[in-house]
């Protein structure tokens, strides 16, 4: 019974999260239109308890419930509080626009809400099984809201790429789990590395397995040869729902991806660092190069994806304690950049105009500097200019690669970084430096405007005092990889 009691106490965010999504579904059937503002409320107090029950359950050592299926660590604690905190922030800054556009229904925050559980057990999952049940939880959370503006043809082509693509990759990692698992006996991380060390890791099924892995991980994060939807669902999906998908998931993807490479499959670091190293390279290369072409800006944002997906690579397949904190610190930035960039887009949009196309920021700093002041320093973080936090993170991720030997691609994607760069200073040029081709007033509410602020400051602070987040990473990735 005390056991029991134990587990229950460690899942406590979930189960208020799962609780209250089902809730919020009910409660909507019977609220009015105009009431609905109680759903976005009821949302946001959700994550917020959420996130007060993770820091109350916070032990500094790393517990296990549910017979070692699930994994309660500083890993998990931060990672999740990183996805309540994002979610939460985009939560603001998509009341004003799906308002405007009739999607401002129970079923969004609720999908929203699901797709965080998903995220939640991705990151604690100790068991291939219990990663996998995550991963679909949010997978087919993901497909739904793509889909949610059902009028829009766009948007259900989005979806319809997004589904066939992303059933194809979680069929190859479940076909690749169930090899390591052939080959192990076992479904449990910690049992997998344990059993791999004294055992032949040159077996031909168990580097096919792996491949897998790495195959439908690389899907998750949308890396090179695995980034065709990346684009496509950007675009197609309304531009809150793009938002979600690419940052907050980008966390649970990177914690799954310690869990399986660095936690259970360690014995084969030679054989996966192989494998991200031509991913890394390819993503930053044609991630950079193909951003260049793009006159959508959300297109211009997933291809931008795909080259810090290329970065945070890097720290990974350096595979080291060092590595993975870095990359931990980048994905961390990665998220805060992608919040801020999608936050403006959405800030400029109004009924009937999206503001997703280049030419729409023209001439921004005369119609409202303090909005081009924040999309300047949102830019020059993402193209990694100092002393904002992307510079510091890309420096990090650099450094750990190159700790490890891999000279060449380091300096291959410093010169990748400096094309990329390009694309990020032009959207600079056109707010600052072009006519604006309208001059629409920005109507935002106060709460969106504040909290793009702070989001969009915080990037130039982390960047001038990175120390604690990279403490943070560091004590988090130690703890749990001791």
Not at 71 to 77: E, G, H, K, Y
Not at 202 to 210: A, E, S, T, Y
Not at 249 to 265: E, H, S, T, Y
Not at 416 to 443: H, T, W
Request: net charge neutral; aromatic share 12%; hydrophobic share 55%.
């Amino acid at each position: 019974m005390e056991s029991i009691q134990a587990d229950l106490i460690t899942v406590l965010p979930e189960l208020t999260v799962l609780s209250m999504a089902m809730f919020i579904l009910l409660a909507d059937l019977f609220l009015k239109p105009s009431n609905r503002v109680l759903v976005y409320v009821l949302a946001q107090m959700t994550l917020f308890v959420a996130a007060y029950f993770t820091i109350s359950t916070h032990v500094p050592t790393v517990g296990y419930a549910f017979t070692g299926m699930f994994v309660d660590d500083p890993l998990a604690d931060v990672l999740k509080l990183m996805i309540v905190l994002g979610t939460a922030m985009m939560f603001v800054y998509t009341r004003q626009y799906m308002q405007l556009r009739g999607m401002f229904r129970g079923e969004y925050y609720a999908l929203v809400l699901f797709s965080v559980l998903g995220m939640m057990v991705m990151v604690s999952g100790q068991s291939m099984l219990t990663i996998y049940m995550g991963l679909e939880l949010l997978s087919l959370c993901l497909y739904s809201l793509v889909a949610l503006d059902r009028d829009n043809a766009k948007s259900s082509e989005a979806a319809m790429k997004y589904f066939v693509l992303g059933a194809l990759a979680s069929g190859m990692l479940l076909y690749g789990m169930s090899m390591i698992y052939g080959m192990t006996g076992s479904l449990n991380i910690a049992e997998i590395g344990n059993v791999l060390q004294e055992s032949n890791t040159k077996n031909p099924v168990l580097i096919l397995g792996l491949v897998f892995i790495v195959a439908g991980l690389a899907f998750k994060f949308g890396a090179v040869p695995f980034q065709m939807w990346v684009p496509d669902v950007y675009q197609g999906a309304p531009t809150s729902i793009t938002m979600l998908i690419g940052s907050v998931p980008k966390l649970a993807a990177f914690a799954i991806a310690i869990r399986l490479l660095a936690q259970g499959l360690y014995p084969l670091t030679a054989d996966w660092q192989d494998m991200l190293l031509m991913m890394a390279v390819l993503s930053i290369a044609i991630g950079n190069l193909t951003a260049i072409a793009q006159t959508n800006l959300k297109r211009m944002l997933a291809y931008s994806t795909i080259s810090h997906v290329g970065f945070l690579l890097f720290g990974l397949m350096s595979g080291s304690l060092n590595g993975y904190a870095s990359s931990m610190f980048y994905i961390s930035a990665y998220v805060l950049m992608t919040l801020a960039g999608f936050g403006m887009i959405l800030m400029l949009s109004r009924k009937g105009f999206e503001a997703e196309n280049l030419d729409d920021l023209k001439g921004l700093n005369q119609r409202s500097p303090w909005a081009a002041f924040l999309m300047l320093i949102t830019m020059f973080s993402m193209a990694g200019v100092p002393p904002t936090i992307g510079f510091y993170a890309k420096f990090t991720v650099l450094q750990a690669a190159l700790q490890a030997g891999f000279l060449w691609a380091v300096v291959f994607a410093v010169l990748m970084a400096a094309v990329g760069a390009f694309y990020y200073l032009r959207i600079v040029k056109l707010m600052y430096f072009d006519a604006p081709q309208e001059n629409a007033m920005i109507s935002a509410p106060a709460d969106m405007k504040l909290v793009l602020s702070v989001n969009a400051i915080a990037l130039l602070a982390l960047g001038l005092m990175p120390q604690t987040l990279m403490q943070i990473c560091g004590v988090a990735i130690g703890a749990s990889l001791q």
